[in-house]
C-alpha cells in the first residue's frame, strides 16, 4: 500500500537553530514529491516539487532533497514566521491525479 | 487575484440534513479537488475531477458527492450527513501541466451534532 509518513511530529526550536524535517514515502513509481506550508487556519501553501533522486530546490531559509525513499525540509536558521505545519504530498504513476498526504510536521520557532 | 474560494466558512447542521459545500476557482484550472483535515489523519482527498463532466474517487468518497458542471465551480454534496463527517474540508485546484501545485481555498469548518 503507497503510503507517506513524517517525522518528527511536532519540533520546537530556538530561533536560529537550523534542522530538517523528513518524509518518507513508498509509492509504486513516484511522479513527483510536494512540499506545502500550512498556517493555523487556513489552506496549504505550496513550497517546492521534487520529481527524480538528487534534486534539490530552495527558498528562503528552506531547502527541499529528495531520495529514493524519503525528502528532506532543511530549514536553515529558522525565523519565528517559518513556525507553521509543513506537509509532504506525493503523486504516483497509478494514481492519475491523486495525491497522497503526509500526517505533517507542526514547527514551533521560538524567539 | 488568483484564488480559491469556498462558501461557508462554518457550518453546523444536525445530521441528515442535506448540505451543499461551494468551491469556485478563477484561475482557469482544469483540476479540482476535495480534501477533509482529521486530527493525526491528515489530509485525505474526497473527489477530484480533471475537467467538465469529468470526476473520480479519492480515498474517502462515501457519503460525498460532486459535480462539475462548469470549470470554476466544484460543489461537495453531503446528501445526508452523520457526526462522522464532522471535519475540515480544503478545496483546491492546479493546471494539469504543474502536477501537485495546488491552489488550495481557505477551508470550511463542518459540524454534523
Known amino acids: 500500500e503507497d503510503q507517506v509518513t513524517q517525522s518528527p511530529e511536532a519540533l520546537r526550536l530556538q530561533e536560529g537553530e537550523s534542522s530538517s524535517l523528513n518524509c518518507s514515502y513508498t509509492v509504486s513509481g513516484l511522479r513527483g514529491l510536494f512540499w506545502y506550508r500550512q498556517d493555523p487556519g487556513k489552506g496549504p501553501e505550496f513550497l517546492f516539487t521534487l520529481y527524480s533522486a538528487g534534486e534539490e530546490k530552495e527558498k528562503e531559509r528552506l531547502k527541499a532533497t529528495l531520495t529514493k525513499k524519503e525528502s528532506f525540509l532543511h530549514i536553515t536558521a529558522p525565523k519565528p514566521e517559518d513556525s507553521a505545519t509543513y506537509l509532504c504530498?506525493?503523486?504516483?504513476?497509478?494514481?492519475?491525479?491523486?495525491?497522497?498526504f503526509g500526517p505533517g510536521t507542526r514547527l514551533s520557532v521560538l524567539p | 487575484e488568483a484564488q480559491v474560494t469556498q462558501n461557508p466558512r462554518y457550518l453546523i447542521t444536525v445530521t441528515g440534513k442535506k448540505l451543499t459545500v461551494t468551491c469556485s476557482q478563477n484561475?482557469?484550472?482544469?483540476?479540482m479537488s476535495w480534501y477533509r483535515q482529521d486530527p493525526g489523519l491528515g489530509l485525505r482527498q474526497i473527489y477530484y475531477?480533471?475537467?467538465?463532466?469529468?470526476?473520480d474517487k479519492g480515498d474517502v468518497p462515501e457519503g460525498y458527492k460532486v459535480s462539475r458542471k462548469e470549470k470554476r465551480n466544484f460543489p461537495l454534496i453531503l446528501e445526508s450527513p452523520s457526526p462522522n463527517q464532522t471535519s475540515l474540508y480544503f478545496c483546491a485546484s492546479t493546471t494539469g501541466t504543474m502536477i501537485g501545485r495546488a491552489f488550495f481555498g481557505p477551508g470550511t469548518r463542518l459540524t454534523v451534532l
Open positions: 504530498a506525493v503523486q504516483a504513476n497509478n494514481y492519475g491525479q491523486n495525491f497522497v
Open positions: 475531477s480533471m475537467n467538465v463532466e469529468v470526476t
Open positions: 484561475m482557469n484550472h482544469e483540476y
